[in-house]
């Protein structure tokens, strides 16, 4: 049996739970309400900013290139032989960006949106100078590797002065398949080339990869 001043006790414990609770319930909310908000803003901001571009106005367009820049040369100068070479593919991107950039859905990721036409004008760039070389794409043959981690010893600036040193042929199915994670049927619907074709260019750049590093080693005294 409860004495009167217990139940109250106990009734007033129960009410501070429940006020603990509907407080505790009310940040979450406000909490849940702020990211809300601010998804909102931030996307507005975007679309703001995109239509700005689409409105070709000089500040957008140098501010969507300069922030954007060492993200997308580093894309370029994976598929490029030389920085020459690179700056020539990041133009002429940015060029299809630029005359595409209504194509954009705000709210999506713009990075993600312009690194796949980057990826696309290298494709092309390396097409172009394939036919222009007259390079025949060579059939399949195995070449073993005893070494698969030998990639993961270098420095981003080593993997890319390799990748550079690597035939036009072997250099985009590397960075198809390796970078981009394209499978090799698609690799060879992009290359306009035979899916055995892919997966031989792809074992023999990483076989000239090791070659390349144990170079770098032996010039390093490792």
């Given amino acids: ?22 407080a505790q319930l009310a940040g979450i909310l ?9 998804s909102i803003s931030l996307e507005k901001r975007e679309k703001d900013f ?3 571009c689409v409105a070709r106005e ?38 299809k960006i630029l005359n ?9 990721s713009l990075v993600a949106w312009m690194r796949r036409i980057i990826v696309n004008t290298a494709i092309d760039y390396y097409r172009m100078q394939s036919r222009r070389r007259t390079e025949d794409l060579e059939n399949a ?17 080593e993997i890319i002065r390799c990748i550079q040193q690597l035939s036009p042929a072997y250099r985009s199915v590397f960075n ?7 499978s090799h049927k698609e690799i060879a619907d992009i290359l306009e ?20 590093l144990a170079k770098i080693r032996g010039r390093n005294g490792q």
Wanted: charged share 20%; with cysteine; glycine share 4%.
């Fill in 100 to 108: 595409n950039i209504h194509k954009y859905q705000p709210g999506t």
């Fill in 141 to 157: 043959y195995s070449v073993q590797s005893n070494d698969p981690d030998a990639l993961s010893q270098l420095t981003v600036q």
């Fill in 50 to 52: 995109i239509d700005a």
């Fill in 58 to 95: 000089r500040w957008a367009q140098k501010q969507l290139y300069e922030d954007n820049y060492s993200l997308l040369m580093g894309v370029c100068l994976r598929y490029s032989t030389n920085q020459d070479d690179a700056l020539d593919i990041l133009h002429e991107g940015f060029i």
């Fill in 30 to 38: 406000r909490y849940y309400l702020s990211i809300m908000s601010l």
């Fill in 176 to 182: 198809l398949y390796v970078v981009e994670g394209f």
């Fill in 193 to 212: 080339i035979t899916e055995s074709t892919s997966r031989s260019n792809l074992v023999k750049a990483r076989s000239k990869l090791k070659d390349l």
């Fill in 1 to 22: 049996m409860f004495y009167p001043k217990a139940a109250r006790e106990l009734n007033n414990s129960f009410k501070i739970g429940r006020g603990l609770a509907i």
